[in-house]
């Protein structure tokens, strides 16, 4: 009962299950900390505090992203601060009329501007909302104040939502690795049925051929297995998922931002090719294939199969494992597939790009590995690898 209930508090992958659960749990009590936090300071225009917490983590989940806002909120406040304390002693000392201290705001709101949206980002925004808070009004000092009390308020937010998700961390690292490896798993799965998909056509043209009453329909009107499209349609699901990691599993990992968009990418074709040897399998019903080229056909199936199964648990596993290579079958070995019909050449053909894009997938996840394996905590991974010795037990990657 009690590991139970510490399971989303302890492993990661129970947090990937409960990710919008926890998420509300760390703000909320988030929130009450900036509250107390209020108390404590007892500084006017408290209200920011909360504010800031709710802006940082309201519609952010994981480290990476997180941590990114807080440091762009940082770094725009203090900027702020600093050129607003440069427009003050500009007024204050060289006696500026009022309206070249209109003017000069008005400038550096322009160049703030135009660095917010070449390079600066939110970092930009945020260090002429902070200047406009100080100067606003040059004429009362209070507004000035009002504006430091403001930007003080923001920097304890943003250290109260920092400290909640180190608390509770939930990084997306982890949920970049496992929407992946549950893709792939899917996608072993998926391919696994291209053959029962054939096998499935087939029964269908050969019982219609047996009955004469029955008109037997051509092979690319079998019906689609529904099972099939669902299942389909989640892993696009996932793929879609992932997009929003890539940046903060980026910044967690130290991984290049494009390396990880070329994962993504290989991602993105091999569900594609999997989609295309769905389409094309229900096709080759009445088209004969040699005992050879089907036993050919077979291996690969169980192959590619297996490749996208042990990726999959590599990807989940606390233990520090290799990425095998996905088959060493090679079509180049069986000249007689060029002696098959176009259909099935197609098909063989969509198969070795299909071993292709797994092959550069496993290639870049190995190279990447010891990088995305450090950023996912390896306090947990070593304690998993004690808790599996202990007790005698194997891995999943014994497939």
């Known amino acids: 009962m009690w590991q139970r209930f510490t399971a989303p508090f302890i492993e990661p992958y129970v947090r990937y299950q409960y990710a919008d659960v926890l998420h509300a749990i760390r703000l909320g009590v988030a929130i009450i900390l900036a509250f107390l936090a209020n108390k404590l300071t007892n500084l006017p225009h408290g209200e920011w505090t909360t504010i800031t917490v709710f802006i940082i983590l309201g519609l952010l989940q994981y480290q990476g992203a997180i941590y990114t806002k807080a440091k762009e909120r940082v770094l725009g406040t203090l900027f702020g601060i600093v050129t607003a304390l440069g427009v003050l002693w500009f007024t204050h000392n060289v006696g500026a009329w009022l309206w070249v201290d209109y ?14 949206i070449r390079q600066l980002g939110y970092t930009g925004l945020l260090t002429g909302i902070t200047m ?104 696009n699901k996932r793929l879609l998922a992932v997009r929003p990691h ?81 088959t060493r079958i090679t079509v180049s070995e069986y000249p007689s597939v060029h002696h098959l019909a176009f259909e099935w050449q197609g098909y063989f053909w969509l198969t070795k790009t299909l071993q292709a894009q797994l092959q550069q997938l496993s290639d870049l996840l190995q190279t990447t590995k010891p990088h995305w394996y450090a950023a996912s905590g390896l306090g947990y991974q070593r304690r998993e690898q004690r808790k599996i010795k202990q007790q005698g037990g194997e891995t999943d990657l014994h497939l």
Not at 142 to 156: E, F, H, S
Not at 193 to 214: L, R
Not at 257 to 282: C, M, V, W
């Open 103 to 116: 003017a000069l705001i008005g400038l550096l709101s322009g160049i703030i501007g135009y660095l917010a």
């Open 132 to 235: 406009l808070m100080i100067v606003s009004d040059l004429g009362h000092s209070t507004i000035a104040q009002d504006g430091i009390y403001r930007v003080l308020n923001i920097l304890i937010g943003t250290g109260v939502a920092v400290a909640v998700t180190l608390i509770l961390p939930l990084k997306s690292t982890l949920m970049w690795r496992f929407l992946l490896a549950s893709n792939l798993e899917a996608c072993g799965s998926l391919y696994a049925g291209v053959g029962n998909h054939i096998d499935a056509a087939e029964g269908i043209t050969d019982s219609a051929a047996k009955q004469p009453d029955t008109v037997a329909f051509p092979a690319n009107d079998v019906p689609v297995d529904k099972v099939l499209v669902t299942s389909l349609q989640q892993i």
């Open 246 to 326: 890539i940046a903060a599993t980026a910044s967690e990992s130290g991984i290049k931002k494009e390396t990880l968009e070329t994962i993504q990418r290989t991602h993105r074709n091999i569900i594609g090719t999997i989609d295309l040897l769905l389409s094309a399998a229900p096709r080759l019903a009445n088209i004969e294939i040699d005992d050879e080229n089907h036993t050919l056909l077979i291996h690969y199936q169980h192959e590619l199969t297996q490749a996208m199964q042990h990726m999959a648990a590599v990807l989940r596993s606390p233990s520090d494992e290799m990425f095998r290579p996905i």
